[in-house]
Protein backbone atom coordinates (compact mmCIF):
# COMPACT_ATOMS: atom_id res chain seq x y z
CA UNK A 1 0.00 0.00 0.00
CA UNK A 2 2.73 2.34 0.79
CA UNK A 3 4.47 1.54 -2.49
CA UNK A 4 1.75 2.22 -4.78
CA UNK A 5 0.17 5.11 -2.68
CA UNK A 6 3.48 7.23 -2.16
CA UNK A 7 4.79 6.80 -5.98
CA UNK A 8 1.32 6.61 -7.59
CA UNK A 9 -0.24 9.66 -6.13
CA UNK A 10 -4.13 10.33 -6.49
CA UNK A 11 -4.77 9.03 -9.26
CA UNK A 12 -3.24 5.54 -8.52
CA UNK A 13 -4.64 5.41 -5.24
CA UNK A 14 -8.41 6.61 -6.99
CA UNK A 15 -8.45 3.68 -9.50
CA UNK A 16 -7.26 0.97 -6.92
CA UNK A 17 -10.01 2.53 -4.62
CA UNK A 18 -12.45 1.80 -7.70
CA UNK A 19 -11.45 -2.06 -8.24
CA UNK A 20 -11.03 -2.72 -4.34
CA UNK A 21 -14.35 -0.83 -3.39
CA UNK A 22 -16.90 -3.23 -5.47
CA UNK A 23 -14.21 -6.71 -4.92
CA UNK A 24 -15.03 -5.41 -1.59
CA UNK A 25 -18.87 -5.36 -1.59
CA UNK A 26 -18.53 -8.09 -3.70
CA UNK A 27 -17.62 -10.43 -1.12
CA UNK A 28 -20.07 -8.98 1.42
CA UNK A 29 -23.09 -10.11 -0.69
CA UNK A 30 -21.32 -13.43 -0.90
CA UNK A 31 -21.24 -13.55 2.78
CA UNK A 32 -24.71 -12.50 3.26
CA UNK A 33 -26.06 -15.10 0.86
CA UNK A 34 -23.79 -17.86 2.12
CA UNK A 35 -25.00 -17.14 5.88
CA UNK A 36 -28.59 -16.40 5.30
CA UNK A 37 -28.82 -19.82 3.27
CA UNK A 38 -27.34 -21.56 6.68
CA UNK A 39 -30.36 -20.91 8.33
CA UNK A 40 -33.16 -21.58 6.10
CA UNK A 41 -33.47 -17.71 3.88
CA UNK A 42 -34.75 -14.23 5.59
CA UNK A 43 -38.14 -15.97 6.44
CA UNK A 44 -36.45 -18.23 8.68
CA UNK A 45 -33.79 -15.90 9.83
CA UNK A 46 -36.34 -13.46 11.14
CA UNK A 47 -37.83 -15.45 13.31
CA UNK A 48 -34.86 -16.96 14.76
CA UNK A 49 -33.42 -14.06 15.83
CA UNK A 50 -36.17 -13.13 17.52
CA UNK A 51 -36.47 -15.84 19.41
CA UNK A 52 -32.60 -15.79 20.19
CA UNK A 53 -32.77 -12.42 22.04
CA UNK A 54 -34.58 -11.15 24.39
CA UNK A 55 -34.61 -7.62 23.03
CA UNK A 56 -36.10 -6.26 19.95
CA UNK A 57 -32.78 -6.68 17.71
CA UNK A 58 -34.75 -5.78 14.49
CA UNK A 59 -36.46 -2.56 15.66
CA UNK A 60 -36.01 0.33 13.59
CA UNK A 61 -35.97 3.19 16.37
CA UNK A 62 -34.98 2.74 19.53
CA UNK A 63 -38.16 3.86 21.01
CA UNK A 64 -41.01 1.84 22.82
CA UNK A 65 -45.01 2.82 23.12
CA UNK A 66 -46.31 3.09 26.81
CA UNK A 67 -43.18 2.72 30.02
CA UNK A 68 -44.21 4.27 33.20
CA UNK A 69 -45.41 7.54 31.84
CA UNK A 70 -47.79 5.86 28.97
CA UNK A 71 -45.67 7.82 26.60
CA UNK A 72 -42.93 7.03 24.27
CA UNK A 73 -40.31 6.04 26.10
CA UNK A 74 -36.52 5.32 25.63
CA UNK A 75 -35.87 0.96 25.09
CA UNK A 76 -33.69 -0.56 27.20
CA UNK A 77 -32.64 -2.64 24.98
CA UNK A 78 -31.31 -0.03 22.63
CA UNK A 79 -27.34 -0.96 23.22
CA UNK A 80 -26.80 3.21 23.80
CA UNK A 81 -27.85 5.46 26.14
CA UNK A 82 -30.46 8.17 25.15
CA UNK A 83 -27.74 10.62 25.31
CA UNK A 84 -25.47 9.04 23.17
CA UNK A 85 -28.13 8.23 20.34
CA UNK A 86 -29.06 11.79 20.44
CA UNK A 87 -25.28 12.92 19.68
CA UNK A 88 -25.11 10.81 16.93
CA UNK A 89 -28.18 12.16 15.21
CA UNK A 90 -28.04 16.02 16.78
CA UNK A 91 -24.18 16.78 17.35
CA UNK A 92 -21.97 14.89 15.42
CA UNK A 93 -23.28 15.58 11.78
CA UNK A 94 -22.42 19.65 12.76
CA UNK A 95 -19.37 19.16 15.27
CA UNK A 96 -16.93 16.62 13.56
CA UNK A 97 -14.18 17.68 11.64
CA UNK A 98 -15.87 16.08 8.82
CA UNK A 99 -18.59 18.76 8.88
CA UNK A 100 -17.58 19.65 5.58
CA UNK A 101 -17.28 16.85 3.76
CA UNK A 102 -14.20 15.73 4.73
CA UNK A 103 -10.70 16.41 3.20
CA UNK A 104 -10.68 12.33 1.11
CA UNK A 105 -13.58 13.11 0.02
CA UNK A 106 -12.62 16.72 -1.08
CA UNK A 107 -9.92 16.07 -2.62
CA UNK A 108 -11.76 13.52 -4.86
CA UNK A 109 -14.17 16.20 -5.78
CA UNK A 110 -12.16 18.48 -6.48
CA UNK A 111 -9.87 16.43 -8.98
CA UNK A 112 -13.32 15.75 -11.11
CA UNK A 113 -13.63 17.54 -14.74
CA UNK A 114 -16.27 19.73 -13.48
CA UNK A 115 -19.13 20.67 -10.54
CA UNK A 116 -21.43 18.31 -12.25
CA UNK A 117 -19.28 15.52 -12.64
CA UNK A 118 -18.15 15.95 -8.66
CA UNK A 119 -22.63 15.58 -7.73
CA UNK A 120 -22.72 12.85 -9.77
CA UNK A 121 -19.61 10.94 -7.99
CA UNK A 122 -21.01 11.87 -4.48
CA UNK A 123 -24.37 10.66 -5.55
CA UNK A 124 -23.03 7.39 -6.90
CA UNK A 125 -20.98 7.11 -3.48
CA UNK A 126 -23.71 7.66 -1.21
CA UNK A 127 -26.32 4.94 -3.18
CA UNK A 128 -23.58 2.36 -3.18
CA UNK A 129 -22.36 3.29 0.78
CA UNK A 130 -25.33 3.55 2.50
CA UNK A 131 -27.91 2.44 0.32
CA UNK A 132 -26.45 -0.88 -1.03
CA UNK A 133 -23.67 -1.78 1.21
CA UNK A 134 -25.39 -1.46 4.51
CA UNK A 135 -27.54 -4.06 4.69
CA UNK A 136 -25.19 -6.76 3.69
CA UNK A 137 -23.28 -6.23 6.90
CA UNK A 138 -26.24 -6.13 8.69
CA UNK A 139 -27.60 -9.38 7.73
CA UNK A 140 -24.62 -10.96 7.98
CA UNK A 141 -24.22 -9.46 12.03
CA UNK A 142 -28.16 -11.28 12.43
CA UNK A 143 -26.72 -14.82 11.44
CA UNK A 144 -24.08 -14.37 13.87
CA UNK A 145 -26.08 -13.83 16.62
CA UNK A 146 -28.36 -17.01 15.64
CA UNK A 147 -25.35 -19.58 15.25
CA UNK A 148 -23.20 -17.41 17.85
CA UNK A 149 -25.15 -17.12 20.46
CA UNK A 150 -22.46 -17.62 23.24
CA UNK A 151 -19.84 -15.83 20.81
CA UNK A 152 -17.99 -13.57 23.42
CA UNK A 153 -16.00 -10.96 20.85
CA UNK A 154 -19.20 -10.03 18.54
CA UNK A 155 -16.22 -8.70 16.38
CA UNK A 156 -15.48 -12.25 15.45
CA UNK A 157 -18.95 -13.46 14.25
CA UNK A 158 -17.81 -12.53 10.61
CA UNK A 159 -14.55 -14.23 9.83
CA UNK A 160 -16.18 -17.30 11.74
CA UNK A 161 -19.05 -17.43 9.20
CA UNK A 162 -16.88 -16.92 6.34
CA UNK A 163 -15.09 -20.11 7.82
CA UNK A 164 -17.98 -21.94 8.38
CA UNK A 165 -19.82 -21.80 5.47
CA UNK A 166 -18.27 -20.52 2.40
CA UNK A 167 -15.93 -23.22 0.13
CA UNK A 168 -12.07 -22.44 -0.03
CA UNK A 169 -11.95 -21.21 -3.57
CA UNK A 170 -15.08 -18.31 -2.43
CA UNK A 171 -13.66 -18.06 0.70
CA UNK A 172 -10.13 -17.00 -0.64
CA UNK A 173 -11.85 -14.96 -2.65
CA UNK A 174 -13.51 -12.89 0.26
CA UNK A 175 -10.36 -13.12 1.91
CA UNK A 176 -8.73 -10.72 -0.90
CA UNK A 177 -11.88 -8.29 -0.72
CA UNK A 178 -11.59 -7.36 3.09
CA UNK A 179 -8.41 -7.06 2.34
CA UNK A 180 -8.80 -5.06 -0.42
CA UNK A 181 -11.38 -3.17 1.65
CA UNK A 182 -8.71 -2.47 4.34
CA UNK A 183 -6.34 -1.51 1.35
CA UNK A 184 -8.37 0.97 -0.10
CA UNK A 185 -9.29 3.11 3.30
CA UNK A 186 -5.56 2.76 4.39
CA UNK A 187 -4.36 4.18 0.97
CA UNK A 188 -6.87 6.89 1.01
CA UNK A 189 -5.74 8.16 4.39
CA UNK A 190 -1.80 7.57 3.66
CA UNK A 191 -2.43 10.19 0.43
CA UNK A 192 -4.64 12.47 2.17
CA UNK A 193 -2.66 12.79 4.77
CA UNK A 194 0.41 13.55 3.03
CA UNK A 195 -1.24 15.94 0.98
CA UNK A 196 -1.78 17.84 4.46
CA UNK A 197 2.07 17.56 5.64
CA UNK A 198 3.10 18.58 2.39
CA UNK A 199 1.12 21.31 1.39
CA UNK A 200 -0.26 22.89 4.05
CA UNK A 201 2.65 22.43 6.27
CA UNK A 202 5.75 22.04 4.42
CA UNK A 203 5.08 23.92 1.03
CA UNK A 204 3.55 26.67 2.95
CA UNK A 205 5.31 27.14 6.10
CA UNK A 206 8.94 25.59 5.88
CA UNK A 207 9.57 25.54 2.10
CA UNK A 208 7.43 27.84 0.15
CA UNK A 209 10.04 28.22 -2.55
CA UNK A 210 9.70 24.56 -2.77
CA UNK A 211 9.59 23.28 -6.78
CA UNK A 212 7.31 20.45 -7.71
CA UNK A 213 9.75 17.68 -7.72
CA UNK A 214 10.80 18.61 -3.94
CA UNK A 215 7.19 18.82 -3.16
CA UNK A 216 6.73 15.56 -4.59
CA UNK A 217 9.54 13.40 -2.82
CA UNK A 218 8.45 15.60 0.90
CA UNK A 219 4.93 13.81 -0.04
CA UNK A 220 6.55 10.52 -0.63
CA UNK A 221 8.49 11.12 2.93
CA UNK A 222 4.94 11.89 4.63
CA UNK A 223 2.90 8.63 3.51
CA UNK A 224 5.84 6.66 4.99
CA UNK A 225 5.55 8.99 8.01
CA UNK A 226 1.80 8.56 7.99
CA UNK A 227 2.13 5.35 7.69
CA UNK A 228 4.01 4.16 10.45
CA UNK A 229 2.03 6.51 12.78
CA UNK A 230 -0.89 3.99 11.46
CA UNK A 231 0.84 1.20 12.25
CA UNK A 232 2.14 2.14 16.19
CA UNK A 233 -1.76 3.08 16.61
CA UNK A 234 -3.37 -0.33 15.10
CA UNK A 235 -0.12 -1.95 17.21
CA UNK A 236 -1.66 -0.75 20.70
CA UNK A 237 -5.37 -0.51 19.39
CA UNK A 238 -7.73 -3.23 21.48
CA UNK A 239 -11.02 -2.99 19.60
CA UNK A 240 -12.72 -1.53 17.26
CA UNK A 241 -15.60 0.18 18.97
CA UNK A 242 -12.79 1.78 21.88
CA UNK A 243 -10.88 3.04 18.68
CA UNK A 244 -13.63 4.64 16.95
CA UNK A 245 -15.31 6.49 19.63
CA UNK A 246 -11.98 8.04 20.34
CA UNK A 247 -11.45 9.12 16.52
CA UNK A 248 -15.22 10.80 16.88
CA UNK A 249 -14.64 12.32 20.12
CA UNK A 250 -10.99 13.77 19.51
CA UNK A 251 -12.99 14.85 15.71
CA UNK A 252 -15.58 16.44 17.84
CA UNK A 253 -15.65 20.43 17.95
CA UNK A 254 -14.21 22.11 15.28
CA UNK A 255 -17.27 21.32 12.65
CA UNK A 256 -19.51 24.24 13.17
CA UNK A 257 -16.36 26.34 12.29
CA UNK A 258 -15.12 24.36 9.36
CA UNK A 259 -18.97 24.87 7.90
CA UNK A 260 -19.71 28.64 8.97
CA UNK A 261 -16.05 30.23 7.12
CA UNK A 262 -18.11 29.30 3.60
CA UNK A 263 -20.78 31.53 4.82
CA UNK A 264 -19.68 34.42 7.57
CA UNK A 265 -17.20 36.86 5.92
CA UNK A 266 -16.18 36.99 10.26
CA UNK A 267 -14.48 33.38 10.62
CA UNK A 268 -10.74 33.81 10.29
CA UNK A 269 -7.56 31.28 10.20
CA UNK A 270 -6.99 31.64 14.31
CA UNK A 271 -10.66 31.21 15.13
CA UNK A 272 -10.13 27.73 12.71
CA UNK A 273 -7.07 26.90 14.63
CA UNK A 274 -8.12 27.31 17.79
CA UNK A 275 -11.38 24.52 17.21
CA UNK A 276 -9.03 22.07 15.94
CA UNK A 277 -6.55 22.14 18.76
CA UNK A 278 -9.35 22.92 21.66
CA UNK A 279 -11.70 19.75 20.14
CA UNK A 280 -8.38 17.65 19.84
CA UNK A 281 -7.57 18.45 23.44
CA UNK A 282 -10.93 18.39 24.80
CA UNK A 283 -11.72 15.38 23.37
CA UNK A 284 -9.16 13.52 24.08
CA UNK A 285 -8.75 14.06 27.75
CA UNK A 286 -12.68 13.58 28.32
CA UNK A 287 -11.55 10.19 26.56
CA UNK A 288 -8.60 8.87 28.37
CA UNK A 289 -8.02 11.19 31.31
CA UNK A 290 -9.18 8.63 34.33
CA UNK A 291 -10.32 11.73 36.50
CA UNK A 292 -11.75 13.89 33.54
CA UNK A 293 -13.14 11.25 31.72
CA UNK A 294 -16.83 11.01 30.82
CA UNK A 295 -18.29 7.48 30.31
CA UNK A 296 -21.52 8.45 28.56
CA UNK A 297 -20.27 9.23 25.32
CA UNK A 298 -23.19 11.48 24.21
CA UNK A 299 -22.16 13.70 26.87
CA UNK A 300 -18.86 14.02 26.17
CA UNK A 301 -19.75 14.77 22.54
CA UNK A 302 -22.45 17.37 23.90
CA UNK A 303 -19.14 18.80 26.36
CA UNK A 304 -16.59 18.58 24.07
CA UNK A 305 -18.38 20.38 20.94
CA UNK A 306 -19.95 22.97 23.64
CA UNK A 307 -16.42 24.02 25.15
CA UNK A 308 -14.91 23.89 21.69
CA UNK A 309 -17.26 26.54 21.00
CA UNK A 310 -16.77 28.92 23.70
CA UNK A 311 -12.98 28.94 23.37
CA UNK A 312 -12.92 29.20 18.78
CA UNK A 313 -15.77 32.38 19.88
CA UNK A 314 -13.67 33.92 22.15
CA UNK A 315 -10.42 33.30 20.08
CA UNK A 316 -12.72 34.91 16.86
CA UNK A 317 -13.68 38.28 18.89
CA UNK A 318 -10.37 38.79 20.26
CA UNK A 319 -8.42 39.03 17.04
CA UNK A 320 -9.18 40.86 13.77
CA UNK A 321 -11.00 39.30 10.79
CA UNK A 322 -9.16 38.37 7.61
CA UNK A 323 -7.87 41.58 5.19
CA UNK A 324 -10.44 42.46 3.09
CA UNK A 325 -8.04 41.41 0.06
CA UNK A 326 -8.15 38.25 1.50
CA UNK A 327 -11.86 38.01 1.72
CA UNK A 328 -13.10 39.99 -1.49
CA UNK A 329 -11.05 37.09 -3.57
CA UNK A 330 -12.41 34.34 -1.46
CA UNK A 331 -15.65 35.82 -2.52
CA UNK A 332 -15.01 36.61 -6.27
CA UNK A 333 -13.76 33.16 -6.79
CA UNK A 334 -16.68 31.35 -4.50
CA UNK A 335 -19.47 33.91 -4.58
CA UNK A 336 -21.44 32.34 -1.71
CA UNK A 337 -24.93 32.87 -1.01
CA UNK A 338 -26.73 33.85 2.17
CA UNK A 339 -26.36 36.93 4.44
CA UNK A 340 -23.01 36.25 5.98
CA UNK A 341 -21.09 37.68 3.01
CA UNK A 342 -22.66 41.34 2.60
CA UNK A 343 -20.03 43.48 3.03
CA UNK A 344 -17.89 41.30 0.20
CA UNK A 345 -20.93 41.66 -2.33
CA UNK A 346 -21.28 45.29 -1.50
CA UNK A 347 -17.44 45.69 -1.98
CA UNK A 348 -17.24 43.97 -5.13
CA UNK A 349 -20.65 44.43 -6.95
CA UNK A 350 -20.76 41.13 -7.79
CA UNK A 351 -24.14 38.75 -6.46
CA UNK A 352 -24.15 35.30 -4.92
CA UNK A 353 -23.95 32.60 -7.59
CA UNK A 354 -25.47 31.04 -4.13
CA UNK A 355 -28.84 31.04 -2.95
CA UNK A 356 -28.60 29.42 0.53
CA UNK A 357 -32.44 28.47 1.32
CA UNK A 358 -32.54 26.52 -2.02
CA UNK A 359 -29.14 24.55 -1.30
CA UNK A 360 -30.91 24.33 2.39
CA UNK A 361 -34.12 22.28 0.67
CA UNK A 362 -32.36 20.32 -2.14
CA UNK A 363 -30.16 18.79 0.99
CA UNK A 364 -32.63 18.20 2.96
CA UNK A 365 -34.89 16.90 -0.04
CA UNK A 366 -31.19 14.40 -0.76
CA UNK A 367 -31.49 12.98 3.03
CA UNK A 368 -35.37 12.25 2.65
CA UNK A 369 -34.45 10.49 -0.65
CA UNK A 370 -30.68 8.57 0.69
CA UNK A 371 -32.22 7.69 4.26
CA UNK A 372 -36.03 7.06 2.53
CA UNK A 373 -34.18 4.39 0.20
CA UNK A 374 -31.73 2.95 2.99
CA UNK A 375 -34.56 2.48 5.63
CA UNK A 376 -37.42 1.18 3.18
CA UNK A 377 -34.75 -1.51 1.49
CA UNK A 378 -33.96 -2.65 5.22
CA UNK A 379 -37.99 -2.86 6.07
CA UNK A 380 -38.65 -5.39 3.16
CA UNK A 381 -35.72 -7.01 3.79
CA UNK A 382 -36.25 -7.55 7.67
CA UNK A 383 -40.12 -8.40 6.75
CA UNK A 384 -41.83 -5.44 8.21
CA UNK A 385 -43.41 -4.20 4.91
CA UNK A 386 -45.35 -1.04 6.92
CA UNK A 387 -41.95 0.27 8.02
CA UNK A 388 -40.67 -0.34 3.88
CA UNK A 389 -43.24 1.29 2.59
CA UNK A 390 -43.39 3.94 5.03
CA UNK A 391 -39.72 4.91 4.21
CA UNK A 392 -39.98 4.27 0.43
CA UNK A 393 -42.95 7.02 0.00
CA UNK A 394 -40.61 9.31 1.79
CA UNK A 395 -37.98 8.38 -0.35
CA UNK A 396 -40.63 9.18 -3.48
CA UNK A 397 -41.47 12.61 -1.83
CA UNK A 398 -37.23 13.45 -1.27
CA UNK A 399 -36.96 12.73 -4.72
CA UNK A 400 -40.04 14.53 -6.28
CA UNK A 401 -38.76 17.43 -4.01
CA UNK A 402 -35.01 17.42 -5.37
CA UNK A 403 -36.24 17.00 -9.24
CA UNK A 404 -38.85 19.81 -8.39
CA UNK A 405 -36.29 22.03 -6.64
CA UNK A 406 -33.86 21.51 -9.86
CA UNK A 407 -30.64 23.31 -9.93
CA UNK A 408 -29.91 27.56 -9.19
CA UNK A 409 -26.13 27.28 -9.29
CA UNK A 410 -24.96 28.50 -12.54
CA UNK A 411 -22.08 26.23 -14.48
CA UNK A 412 -18.95 27.48 -12.76
CA UNK A 413 -16.45 25.01 -14.56
CA UNK A 414 -12.64 25.24 -13.63
CA UNK A 415 -10.54 27.37 -15.16
CA UNK A 416 -9.34 25.64 -18.65
CA UNK A 417 -11.47 22.98 -18.49
CA UNK A 418 -15.57 23.04 -20.51
CA UNK A 419 -18.50 22.08 -18.47
CA UNK A 420 -20.18 20.45 -21.03
CA UNK A 421 -23.27 18.43 -19.70
CA UNK A 422 -23.87 21.23 -16.51
CA UNK A 423 -27.62 22.54 -16.33
CA UNK A 424 -27.94 25.89 -16.18
CA UNK A 425 -30.77 27.43 -13.92
Do not use: C
Not at 265 to 281: D, H, P, S, T, Y
Request: glycine fraction near 10%; charge should be negative.
Amino acid sequence: MLVYAGFSGLWGVVATDFFQFFLALFGAVVVAIAAVASVGGMGSLVTQVQAQTEIDVLSFFPLTLGGDSGWLAWSETAGITSSTFLGYVFIQWWAFRRSDGGGEFIQRLVATKSEAEAEKAAWFFNILHYVVRTWPWVVVALVAVVVYPDLEDPELGYPRLMLDFLPPAVLGLVVASLVAAFMSTVSTLINWGASYLTNDLYGRFMRPEANQAELVLAGRIASVVVTGLGAIAAFYATDVATVFRLVIAIGTGPGLVLILRWFWWRINAAAELAAMVAGLMIGFVTSVVPLLQIPDFGLRLLVTSGLTAVIWIAVMVLTPPESDETLDRFYRKVRPGGPGWWRQRSRTSLPPAQALDHDLKRVLAALLLLFGLMLGIGGFLLYQPLTGWVWIIIAGIGGFWLRKLGRFIPGMPRPGLEDEGYDEA
